[in-house]
Nanobody, 127 residues
């Protein structure tokens, strides 16, 4: 079993920055990749960014150039640096962990390839 905990959300003005963190823990667990998804009120949970075991990073078009994903493998921790935030970035941000196998990197954007999820952290961007 893997425990996933997000932190770092909050309220920020448009144009500002926030840094989200996601810590994964568990005994004898292998983590092959991690991702961030976000869900705005009344909308589906959508892909935002992902980082796979090779270190390659992927982004949704809506956040490309503004968000940066990174990972500290030694700590099983992932980060999402969010700059130039917009009101449309307002959402609950969820951390996702891939543990079952490394063979998924072509579907990093899909919710169903991830095995464990955090409870989410709220990000609110005011105009």
């Amino acid at each position: 079993q893997v425990q996933v905990v997000e932190s770092g959300g909050g309220l920020v003005q448009a144009g500002g920055s926030l840094r989200l963190s996601c810590a994964a823990s568990g005994r004898a667990v292998s983590i092959y990749g991690m991702g961030w998804f976000r869900q705005a009120p009344g909308k589906a949970r959508d892909f935002a960014a992902a980082i796979i075991s090779s270190g390659a990073a992927y982004y949704a078009d809506s956040v490309k150039g503004r968000f940066t994903i990174s990972r500290d493998n030694a700590k099983n921790t992932m980060y999402l640096q969010m700059d130039s935030l917009k009101p449309e970035d307002t959402a609950v941000y969820y951390c996702a962990v891939r543990s079952r196998s490394p063979y998924y990197s072509d579907r990093y954007y899909s919710r169903d390839v991830y095995d464990y999820w955090g409870q989410g952290t709220q990000v609110t961007v005011s105009s």
